[in-house]
């Protein structure tokens, strides 16, 4: 019997009195996987990234770990929320304009002393200036740096757009904006490398495309090394006491975590190694995150349809934000039909053995999405669900 093969038997039987659709994390894969990448920040603190997760109970494992410390938001709502369930270190990773939760955080002393916000603009301290009301609490500030190659005189720009903080002279001048504010105080830089962390360089059936990516990534990891140095040496210039310089993702880990102007790393998606992290050569884990949808036609001998399974993930459309059928090994979508909002037909040999009410298991193309269409995860040990634990979405939390 192959790996794959025994975990589908495993996770069969573990979950045999639970009806389908359903979500596991298989909590071996999980804890393997948390190991792999604390060996991998080399002794950086890690910070959890819970939009990959969308789970406080899987948040909360994390951070009992070892090597895991804080948490990197994704809405204000959130972090504030978090903040009042106890996770005392939570980075909101984009500026916000909720000046509802603004006004909360420089209401309550112990909130602003958990959270710090993000800002790339003048106009955002402006924004929770107007919001602050009669607030008093001192705003922890991060400031956003856009580490993305500018090439030909910026006009060809590699990696997201984000932040337009992009020389250290526009560091340093929201810095002492941001110092001259009273209320306001200046505690991080985050320095997400999309062009680097985002980006496979493992293609499937492309080699040369490969290799061409890895060589390219290998020249912006170095020209990336440089510039973060220099940039945190002129943010630290006006604030000394600067508190953290966060960086990387699970795709760039083990060479952010390598450079020396980087004091903590974050990470999230590698917990649950959706499909997209099979393309990443920096970072080899186990699946530990699937759904299950059950087996309820059957049109052909060499087909079946389950129930469910649109389930796309966000970013650019195209077949690889598709989930992908896992187990049994085998199945595919058909091209004119693919992954259906209430039902998915699947084609391949496997399909000859499965009979009705029989399940078919699936890997999200992201990690924390897939929470937003269960409202529990059974947790898997072995062949045994150990525990249930809600997500965001079976906590009545829908933060985007």
Avoid at 68 to 74: D, N
Avoid at 261 to 271: I, K, N, P, R
Avoid at 353 to 371: N, P, Q, S, T, Y
Wanted: glycine fraction near 12%; hydrophobic fraction near 45%; charged fraction near 25%.
């Amino acid at each position: 019997m192959t790996a794959r093969a025994g975990d589908r038997a495993r996770y069969d039987r573990a979950t045999a009195g639970v009806e389908a659709p359903l979500a596991i994390v298989d909590l071996d894969a999980f804890d393997s996987n948390a190991d792999t990448l604390t060996r991998a920040a080399s002794g950086k603190p890690i910070r959890v990234a819970s939009k990959s997760l969308r789970c406080r109970g899987l948040i909360e494992r994390a951070l009992a770990r070892e090597g895991f410390a804080g948490v990197l938001s994704f809405t204000l709502a959130e972090s504030l929320w978090l903040a009042r369930s106890g996770v005392a270190d939570v980075l909101l990773a984009y500026p916000s304009a909720d000046r509802a939760g603004f006004a909360e955080l420089a209401a309550d002393p112990l909130l602003a002393a958990a959270v710090t916000v993000m800002v790339d603009d003048p106009a955002q301290l402006r924004l929770i200036e107007g919001a602050r009301g009669g607030g008093r609490a001192v705003v922890r500030v991060c400031l956003d740096w856009d580490t993305s190659p500018w090439l030909l005189g910026g006009r060809i720009r590699i990696g997201a757009r984000r932040s337009p903080l992009r020389s250290p002279a526009d560091l340093t001048g929201l810095a002492r904006s941001v110092d001259r504010r009273p209320g306001f105080r200046l505690v991080g830089l985050m320095a997400y490398e999309s062009h680097l962390a985002g980006v496979g360089d493992a293609v499937a059936g492309h080699p040369l495309r490969s290799r061409a990516i890895r060589a390219a990534q290998d020249l912006a990891r170095r020209d990336l090394t440089e510039r973060r140095a220099r940039v945190v040496r002129a943010v630290r210039a006006v604030a000394p006491a600067l508190e953290f310089v966060n960086g990387g993702g699970t795709g760039s880990l083990p060479h952010t975590a390598a450079e020396g102007a980087v004091t903590e790393v974050t990470a999230g998606s590698g917990l649950y190694l959706p499909r997209l992290f099979d393309h990443y050569t920096s970072f080899r884990g186990r699946p530990a995150a699937l759904f299950a949808l059950p087996v309820v036609r059957r049109p052909g001998a060499d087909s079946v349809t389950v129930l469910g399974g649109g389930y796309p993930a966000s970013g650019p459309p195209g077949t690889d934000r598709l989930p992908v059928p896992w187990l049994p090994a085998g199945l595919r979508y058909l091209p004119l039909e693919g992954a259906g909002e209430v039902q998915t037909p699947l084609r391949g040999p496997a399909a000859a053995a499965l009979r009705l009410g029989d399940r078919v298991w699936f890997r999200h193309a992201k990690a924390g999405e897939l929470c937003e269409r269960f409202d529990t995860l059974h947790l898997v040990r072995g062949d045994v669900v150990t525990g249930v634990v809600p997500t965001y979405r079976g906590e009545g939390r829908a933060f985007l």
